[in-house]
């Protein structure tokens, strides 16, 4: 089996952190993930800089990178303003996302959930008319830190509006990592059925369920998860959204278990390791401190 991890730590990691990245750490930290393995990554947000200030320099990133040809950067869009600066760029995928809840919605987007999924999927359609790439997340797919529960018909819904503008694939996210392995197996299942697309799950480890939630999100048959090394992100309009799954957590599961990634675990844990250098702190992934274990020959 095959599992496709798409490292977000440039963009989804570094949006909610304190220290302030240069645009030269960036491109050393997305050089250093592909050398470990990524072949897709999340490597700019394209909004405003007064509200994300990580991310103002993402034009900059994009342009310095040195990037082979197997390789697929994503760049996040909000809102046609986004997707024009987006256009303008080299990334090789557009990335829009809504979100499931009115409330969160507004404070991430300043649109109701309905507008945001309207949004979501013009954004997909002008990309793919303009030649580039391009996928969906619904947010606060499994909870919302301001309303609570989210309808599970309700992000069917969502999912079907965006599946007809024709996006590659469309990612769920567990936003504020409230979500169980049921409910994350769940939902997989049911969005894939319903919209014939491949799944994609993002997942933060909030509540300590992130890593199993992933093994759910494989058995339910997921294309794709996102993981961000060393464990590091949130969302700035989220409050108690800490970080993503680990990478390195995430590619030993997958190793141990016999799941290919692409990634090599020693180079990903070295990174990890560099990162917890560069951002001064130890980092909430649990691999990159604990180490690697030996595989069985046999496995």
Same mark, same amino acid.
Request: hydrophobic share 45%; proline share 4%; net charge negative.
């Given at each position: 089996?095959?599992?496709?991890? %798409?490292?977000?730590?440039?963009? &989804? ?10 645009? +030269? ?9 592909? $050398?470990? #393995? +990524? ?20 034009? @900059?990133?994009?342009?310095? /990178?040195?990037?082979? *040809?197997?390789?697929?950067?994503? #760049?996040? %869009? /909000?809102? !046609? ?23 969160? @919605?507004?404070?991430?987007? =300043? ?17 793919? *008319?303009? =030649? ?8 606060? +797919? ?16 969502? $999912? ?13 996210? &567990?936003?504020? =990592? ?14 894939? @059925?319903?919209?014939?697309? !491949?799944?994609? %799950? ?13 093994? +759910?999100?494989?058995?339910? #048959? ?6 961000? /090394? ?5 969302? !700035?309009? $989220? ?6 799954? @680990?990478?390195? &957590? ?14 090599? /675990? ?18 909430? =992934? ?14």
């Amino acid at each position: 089996m095959k599992v496709e991890i %798409v490292e977000v730590a440039a963009r &989804d990691g570094l949006q909610n952190e304190k220290v302030q990245f240069t645009t +030269a750490q960036k491109i050393d930290l997305i050089h250093r993930m592909i $050398a470990a #393995g +990524a072949r897709r990554l999340e490597v700019a947000s394209f909004v405003r800089a007064d509200r994300v200030p990580q991310m103002a320099d993402a034009e @900059a990133v994009i342009a310095g /990178l040195d990037l082979p *040809a197997n390789v697929v950067t994503i #760049g996040l %869009v /909000l809102n !046609p303003r986004g997707l024009d600066r987006a256009l303008r760029t080299d990334v090789c995928e557009v990335g829009a996302v809504c979100v499931a809840s009115d409330t969160f @919605a507004r404070k991430n987007q =300043g649109e109701a959930s309905a507008q945001s999924a309207k949004i979501a999927a013009d954004v997909v359609r002008e990309a793919r *008319a303009a =030649g580039r790439r391009a996928q969906a997340t619904i947010g606060a +797919a499994f909870g919302c830190p301001f309303e609570g529960e989210v309808d599970t018909a309700w992000v069917m819904a969502i $999912a079907e509006e965006i599946a007809a503008a024709g996006p590659v694939e469309i990612a769920l996210a &567990d936003t504020v =990592g409230v979500a169980v392995p049921r409910e994350v197996a769940s939902l997989v299942e049911k969005v894939k @059925a319903t919209t014939g697309l !491949p799944i994609r %799950v993002h997942l933060h480890d909030t509540r300590g369920a992130g890593i199993a939630n992933a093994w +759910a999100a494989i058995g339910a #048959g997921a294309a794709t998860l996102d993981a961000s /090394l060393g464990g590091i992100g949130g969302c !700035p309009f $989220a409050p108690g959204a800490t970080g993503n799954i @680990a990478t390195e &957590d995430l590619v030993y599961l997958c190793a141990r278990s016999g799941v290919t990634t692409g990634y090599d /675990l020693d180079r990903t844990i070295a990174t990890a390791r560099w990162l917890a250098g560069e951002m001064g702190r130890a980092l909430p =992934g649990a691999v990159s401190r604990a180490g690697g274990f030996p595989m069985k020959e046999d496995r």
